[in-house]
């Protein structure tokens, strides 16, 4: 279900699975994130013809599938002007470096070749970074909320901020069990900058909107905290050190999750590196390679 809900005078979300924000300023509307098919697309396509509601800007938080994968779909149909983080842009007009990068590089096998890794190729006129951007009539703060990805921004419109995916939802946070992040270092510090944003509220990328957004923001930081806790009382029991890939099982074993697939077990592998480099940057531990294994050990 994707439902339009109105934030204030000129901001709305399409509350789904993966929110997908909108601005409207007279005969311009900016759409924040494409969501994960053309099928998602065409929900939010055929509800803003309902309402009558332009679209001529895209703006894409960050370049996972889930977040553009429509947009191939939009660009074939409406003139919009698109702009990525300039990182994200080249994942999001070259889409194969998802699966090759959590292939560790090699050529990815046909089973990682799918919608919820690919999504099809975008055009992106420009590329930011963090600051102060116009964008036809929309004035656009955008703000750096790297960790769950490599150069995830954040934009703040007429007040309210859309936040992508550097928070979720209560609900979202322990279903997932170990959330999707490539750096815990990064992700904290994202989740402390985030409470210093001036706006009227926030739309995360999985998770309903908040006026009051910070206590949701601290449960994650709460959360990530808890997991590198764990990780680091987890490589403490092994004296002589625990490998990559042991450290991988005992967190999906010890959090429950259930990775049954290639694709699934290639993730939570990136989640669980995250929390060990983490670990790593705050000199907790220190790492070796020893036996032709990635070696994790407590640092003296």
């Known amino acids: 279900m994707v439902k339009f809900i ?119 006129a420009e590329k930011v970074e963090e600051g102060i951007y116009s964008f036809g009539s929309f004035e656009l703060h955008t703000y750096d909320l790297s960790g769950h990805s490599y150069h995830q921004l954040g934009l703040v419109v007429d007040t309210i901020l859309y936040a992508g995916d550097s928070y979720f939802g209560k609900e979202q946070l322990h279903k997932h069990k170990i959330p999707y992040i490539v750096d815990a270092a990064l992700t904290v510090e994202t989740l402390e900058k985030i409470q210093t944003i001036d706006c009227t509220g926030a739309v995360p990328g999985h998770g309903e909107f908040e006026q009051e957004f910070i206590p949701t923001v601290k449960a994650n930081l709460d959360y990530h905290h808890e997991v590198l806790d764990w990780t680091y009382e987890t490589v403490c029991q092994y004296e002589t050190g625990i490998s990559h890939e042991q450290i991988i099982a005992k967190m999906c074993e010890s959090y429950e999750v259930h990775a049954p697939t290639l694709a699934q077990w290639l993730l939570f592998r990136t989640a669980a590196t995250a929390y060990v480099i983490g670990l790593i940057k705050a000199h907790k531990l220190h790492h070796t390679i020893r036996d032709y294994k990635w070696i994790f050990q407590k640092s003296d």
């Open 6 to 124: 109105q934030l204030n005078e000129t901001c709305y979300y399409f509350s789904a699975p993966v929110n997908i924000g909108y601005v409207h300023h007279g005969d311009e509307g900016l759409l924040i994130d494409a969501g994960i098919d053309d099928s998602v697309m065409r929900k939010v396509l055929r509800q803003l013809e309902e309402k009558n509601l332009p679209i001529t800007h895209l703006f894409i938080t960050h370049a996972h599938a889930d977040h553009y994968g429509g947009a191939s779909y939009l660009q074939e149909r409406h003139m919009v002007k698109t702009m990525a983080p300039v990182f994200e842009a080249a994942i999001l007009e070259n889409p194969a470096l998802e699966p090759l990068y959590l292939f560790g590089g090699n050529v990815p096998l046909k089973e990682l070749r799918n919608k919820f890794l690919e999504g099809k190729p975008i055009t992106v």
